[in-house]
């Protein structure tokens, strides 16, 4: 059916429900903090999520994938990435489940009304400013940097966009989370759980895995580490299985 795939696409198989998604390596890959987030998050029956920075629409394919909620958007400002994951979205039949906005969520909230979903996801930028190095690729840079948009912007429109005690979920940097549990609180979005993924048990962790509660009370739970590698450099049987969920 893939004929609509255009110069430097290629197909990629999600392993899950025969799903499949086009990416391009001239833009933004999905990588393993989508997959560990997908797993994270939870949409349940009945329920609306929204993707904040959906890119090629990882997040709403794999979420669709794993749970039982009603449906899925994904809120894209680069309209390029949008498009593919419109196709993507086709290419699956999954138009009835998942839509895709072309969008700024600076102003989210204005595009989907107050109080219109139950669950958001992001894997947002992580770097600020020139923190790390500028990548010549716009649509790359795009993606790795708040050069669009900042912490405050999505916690800011996700306060908004939330129903009450609706859930964010979200994966970062942990040199970032004293800055990201403040703001959390601050914009009334109370961090309830979080759990840090280690790329081996003696090194650093290098992701962390948040959820957060819209109006909820004071009270996180640490959940135990996910460790990525063995020492024989091989997957866990922890990150294996969650690779392996259907």
Do not use: W
Request: charged residues 30%; aromatic residues 6%; negative net charge.
């Amino acid at each position: 059916m893939m004929n609509n795939l255009k110069p430097e696409e290629r197909l990629d198989d999600l392993q899950i429900k025969g799903y499949e998604i086009i990416q391009s390596p001239g833009r933004f890959c999905f990588g393993m903090d989508a997959v560990l987030l997908s797993s994270y998050a939870k949409v349940r029956k009945r329920e609306l999520a929204l993707d904040l920075g959906t890119g090629t629409g990882i997040l709403p394919i794999l979420l669709e994938a794993k749970n039982e909620g009603e449906h899925y958007t994904g809120l894209e400002i680069q309209e390029e990435s949008a498009d593919m994951a419109r196709r993507s979205v086709s290419h699956n039949g999954l138009e009835d489940k998942i839509d895709i906005v072309t969008g700024d969520i600076k102003e989210a909230s204005g595009i989907f009304g107050a109080a219109s979903f139950h669950v958001i996801t992001t894997n947002p930028p992580y770097m600020i400013g020139e923190h790390g190095l500028k990548n010549e690729n716009e649509a790359l840079y795009i993606a790795r940097h708040e050069a669009l948009c900042a912490l405050d912007d999505i916690l800011r429109e996700s306060a908004r966009l939330l129903k009450p005690k609706g859930r964010f979920y979200m994966v970062h940097r942990p040199f970032r989370l004293p800055e990201i549990l403040a703001k959390m609180s601050a914009y009334g979005i109370e961090p309830k759980r979080m759990r840090l993924v280690y790329p081996h048990i003696d090194k650093e962790p290098n992701m962390v895995l948040l959820e957060g509660l819209r109006g909820g009370r004071p009270r996180m739970q640490v959940e135990p580490p996910l460790i990525v590698y063995r020492k024989d450099g091989e997957y866990t049987e922890e990150l294996l299985e969650i690779y392996r969920r259907k």
